[in-house]
C-alpha cells in the first residue's frame, strides 16, 4: 500500500496509525472452509487425484496434459457444506487500524515491511507481511538533496556589500543566517548539521544550504522610493570613482617601481668610488702614523745611545781596575735593560 507523509515527519521520525484492509482467517471454520461437523467429500471431477489429465489428437499424434483439478484445487476433496461466515474461502476481509513507526531519514520511494500484517494464507496458512510505500511530501521553499537540504535566500546588494544577518526556515524552524561582507550572487553559505539524518543511522546529519540571490529595486511608487534609489546610486558612483583611483594609484605605484631601481642601479658605482676614497684616504692615514713611528724610533735610539754612553763615562773608571771594573760593566748593561723596559 502507498503511504503519504508529511515531510517534518519524515525526516525527525514518528508513528502513523492508519486503517488497514486484508484478509484474515475465519474464526468459525479456522479457515477450513467447511461448516463445522460437516464431512468431506471425494471430488468427482479427479477422482480424489487431485489432477486432471486431457487428451488431445494432433498431426503429431495425440498430446496428453496433466493440470490441476479446477473443481477442487488440487485438494482431491471438496467441502460438502460451506462455512456460513467465509462461504468457503477459509478467510473473510476485515478492516483494522495498525501503528507504522516511520524511522528518522526516510524519503520519497522508501519500504518500510511490517512483518505478519499480510494476507492470511489460505487453508488456516500463517500470514504475509505487509509492504508500505512512502510518498514524502515537499517541504515550500525547501528541496532535498540526499541527506542536505538546499534552500534560497534573498537580500539586497547593500546587504550583500556591507554583510548581515537574515531569518530562515529551516525544518527546526526559523533561525539566524549570517550574510558576510562582500558577498556575491550565487555564492553557498552553509548551515552545518541541519539537514536531514541518514536512514538507519540517526547520528549522522547532513547540512543545510542556501544560494544568495541578490535583489534589485525595479519599480518605483512613490517619491521616497525614487529620492532613496538616487541616493543610492549617488553613493555607488563615487564607490565606483574611488575604486578606480585606488587602482591608478597601484598601476602608477607598479610602474615607477622600475624606475627606483634603475636610479639605485646607477648609484652603486659613486658609492664604489667613495668607499675606494675611503680606504686610500685611511691608507695615506696609516702611512703617516708609520712613518711617525719610524721617526719616534730612531729619536728613541738615539736617546738609548745617549744614555748608555753617559752611564760609561760615570763608570769608566772602574774598567780600569780587575773585577771592580767587571761589576761596573755589569751595573751600566742593568742600567740601560732597566731604562729601555720602562720607556718602550
Same mark, same amino acid.
Given at each position: ?59 503429431f ?16 476433496e471438496?467441502?460438502?457444506?460451506y ?18 513507526? $516511520? =524511522? &528518522? !531519514?526516510?524519503?520519497? *520511494?522508501?519500504? /518500510?515491511?511490517? @512483518?505478519?500484517? %499480510? ?31 538546499c ?10 556589500i ?16 549570517? $550574510? =558576510? &561582507? !562582500?558577498?556575491?550572487? *550565487?555564492?553557498? /553559505?552553509?548551515? @552545518?548539521?541541519? %539537514? ?54 597601484v ?6 617601481? &622600475? ?67 767587571c ?18
Open positions: 500500500m502507498t503511504l503519504h507523509w508529511d515531510s517534518l515527519k519524515s525526516i525527525f521520525g514518528a508513528e502513523k496509525e492508519f486503517e488497514l484492509s486484508h484478509l484474515e482467517t475465519c474464526e468459525v471454520c479456522t479457515g477450513t472452509g467447511a461448516k463445522i461437523g460437516s464431512k468431506m467429500r471425494i471430488c468427482a471431477t479427479c477422482g480424489g487425484r487431485g489432477q486432471v489429465m486431457r487428451t488431445e489428437q494432433t498431426p499424434g495425440l498430446f496428453s496434459q496433466v493440470s490441476v483439478c479446477p473443481n477442487c484445487g488440487g485438494e482431491g471438496v467441502i460438502s457444506e462455512c456460513r461466515k467465509c462461504s468457503g474461502g477459509g478467510r473473510i476481509r476485515i478492516k483494522k487500524n495498525i501503528k507504522v513507526k $516511520i =524511522p &528518522p !531519514g526516510v524519503s520519497t *520511494g522508501s519500504i /518500510l515491511r511490517v @512483518a505478519g500484517e %499480510g494476507d492470511a494464507g489460505p487453508r488456516g496458512g500463517p500470514p504475509g507481511d505487509l509492504y508500505v510505500y512512502l510518498d514524502v511530501e515537499e517541504i515550500p521553499g525547501i528541496q532535498r538533496d540526499g541527506i542536505d537540504l534552500s534560497t535566500v534573498s537580500v539586497s546588494y547593500i546587504d550583500a556591507l554583510g548581515t544577518v537574515v531569518k530562515v526556515k529551516t525544518v527546526e524552524g526559523i533561525t539566524d543566517l549570517q $550574510i =558576510p &561582507p !562582500g558577498t556575491q550572487p *550565487g555564492d553557498v /553559505l552553509v548551515l @552545518a548539521k541541519k %539537514g536531514a539524518p541518514k536512514l538507519n543511522k540517526p547520528s549522522i546529519r547532513g547540512d543545510h544550504l542556501f544560494t544568495v540571490k541578490s535583489c534589485y529595486t525595479k519599480s518605483y511608487k512613490n517619491n521616497e522610493v525614487i529620492l532613496s534609489f538616487a541616493k543610492e546610486r549617488e553613493l555607488l558612483e563615487e564607490l565606483s570613482d574611488l575604486s578606480k583611483t585606488t587602482s591608478n594609484r598601476t602608477n605605484s607598479a610602474r615607477t617601481q &622600475p624606475a627606483t631601481t634603475k636610479s639605485s642601479e646607477e648609484s652603486q658605482p659613486s658609492t664604489v668610488a667613495e668607499k675606494n676614497e675611503e680606504s686610500e684616504g685611511q691608507n695615506d692615514l696609516w702611512k703617516s702614523l708609520k712613518d711617525l713611528a719610524g721617526k719616534q724610533a730612531a729619536n728613541l735610539g738615539h736617546r738609548i745611545g745617549a744614555c748608555v754612553a753617559h752611564a760609561l763615562k760615570q763608570n769608566l773608571c772602574h774598567l780600569q781596575h780587575g773585577k771592580a771594573g761589576h761596573g760593566l755589569w751595573s751600566v748593561a742593568n742600567g740601560a735593560m732597566k731604562w729601555l723596559k720602562d720607556n718602550l
